[in-house]
T-cell receptor, first 116, second 118 residues
Framework: AQTVTQSQPEMSVQEAETVTLSCTYD???????LFWYKQPPSRQMILVIR??????QNATENRFSVNFQKAAKSFSLKISDSQLGDTAMYFC?????????????FGTGTRLQVFP | AAGVIQSPRHLIKEKRETATLKCYPI?????VYWYQQGPGQDPQFLIS???????DKGSIPDRFSAQQFSDYHSELNMSSLELGDSALYFC?????????????????FGSGTRLTVV
């Protein structure tokens, strides 16, 4: 079975600074996908960034980037130039790789607070 | 762009009552997933459907049942409600194959139905 661990229940950062959220996972699968989702107070689940495990290059989306270390089974999220609107719960998620889509397995989340 | 539509947005029920949650996927998406998120918890997978057939099952209580209809919308039926069923219920939809899902930025979540059992 796959597990996803987020060891930081809460993080805080000042506006315009950089913050890194940690995520580790455990799987015996060789092909899989990793995601970071943002859940603001509205509770909407919003995709932030995604990574295919077979790709060595780290994914980036504007101010968001990941540090994917496959051997260490680590998938951290870096948020640069933090903005007040980044305040939210962040979930790391794993999906087993296959031809067909599959369910997401979530970590317990990290609550990020961005201060002015 | 069309999103995943869930109804109702909020629902208040008494213990032992029945509730029905509905999910309308994005057009062209044929796979639907249901997740339950308790207060302060991460989403837990309940059940999924593809082409009107159950494709996977997670930690869904026997009191719950679900189905997918010919128009691909799905309904989650919850009976004998308990206080512990109070949660946010998410539906997500995606195209069936990884290739289509990746192209389409698929796997889109709805806004959820907040169920409160009193």
């Amino acid at each position: 079975a796959q597990t996803v661990t987020q060891s930081q229940p809460e993080m805080s950062v000042q506006e315009a600074e950089t913050v890194t959220l940690s995520c580790t996972y455990d799987t015996s699968e060789s092909n899989y996908y990793l995601f970071w989702y943002k859940q603001p107070p509205s509770r909407q689940m919003i995709l932030v960034i995604r990574q295919e495990a077979y790709k060595q290059q780290n994914a980036t989306e504007n101010r968001f980037s990941v540090n994917f270390q496959k051997a260490a089974k680590s998938f951290s999220l870096k948020i640069s130039d933090s903005q007040l609107g980044d305040t939210a719960m962040y979930f790391c998620a794993f999906m087993k790789g296959s031809y067909n889509t599959d369910k997401l397995i979530f970590g317990t989340g990290t609550r990020l607070q961005v201060f002015p | 762009a069309a999103g995943v539509i869930q109804s109702p947005r909020h629902l208040i029920k008494e213990k032992r009552e029945t509730a029905t949650l509905k999910c309308y996927p994005i057009p062209r998406h044929d796979t639907v997933y249901w997740y339950q998120q308790g207060p302060g918890q991460d989403p837990q997978f309940l059940i999924s459907f593809y082409e009107k057939m159950q494709s996977d099952k997670g930690s869904i209580p026997d009191r719950f049942s679900a189905q997918q209809f010919s128009d691909y919308h799905s309904e989650l039926n919850m009976s004998s409600l308990e206080l512990g069923d109070s949660a946010l219920y998410f539906c997500a939809s995606s195209p069936r194959t990884i290739v289509d899902r990746w192209k389409d930025y698929g796997y889109t979540f709805g806004s959820g139905t907040r169920l409160t059992v009193v």
